[in-house]
């Protein structure tokens, strides 16, 4: 069973950072796309970055150059750095293993 646990998230003044984790324990974790997604308020539920499995990473225009995924195989982490955040990076955070399996989601406050 795939359960993608997030953690990281927090509040913090624009132009600051967070680095999200996300651990997905009974896995073959090399093997899967994953990505993380953000809900702001009222909003739907978008993708900010997305590493499928031919190691292209994918990020939405608004994160382009200010966040950063990377991933652990060994570790079985995957980690989204975001750097220069703003008010609109405001939301909860999901990271998502192998397109079905979602994490619980962590809360980034970003004030200005």
């Known amino acids: 069973q795939v359960q993608p646990v997030e953690s990281g998230g927090g509040l913090v003044q624009a132009g600051g950072s967070l680095r999200l984790s996300c651990a997905a324990s009974?896995?073959?974790?090399?093997?899967?796309?994953m990505g993380w997604y953000r809900q702001a308020p009222g909003q739907q539920r978008d993708m900010v970055a997305l590493?499928?499995?031919?190691?292209?990473?994918n990020y939405a225009d608004s994160v382009k150059g200010r966040f950063t995924f990377t991933r652990d195989d060994a570790k079985k982490t995957m980690y989204l750095q975001m750097d220069n955040l703003t008010p609109v990076d405001t939301g909860v955070y999901y990271c998502?293993?192998?397109?079905?399996?979602w994490g619980q989601g962590t809360q980034v406050t970003v004030s200005s």
């Open positions: 998502n293993v192998g397109v079905v399996h």
């Open positions: 009974g896995t073959s974790f090399s093997i899967y796309t």
């Open positions: 590493n499928v499995t031919n190691g292209i990473i």
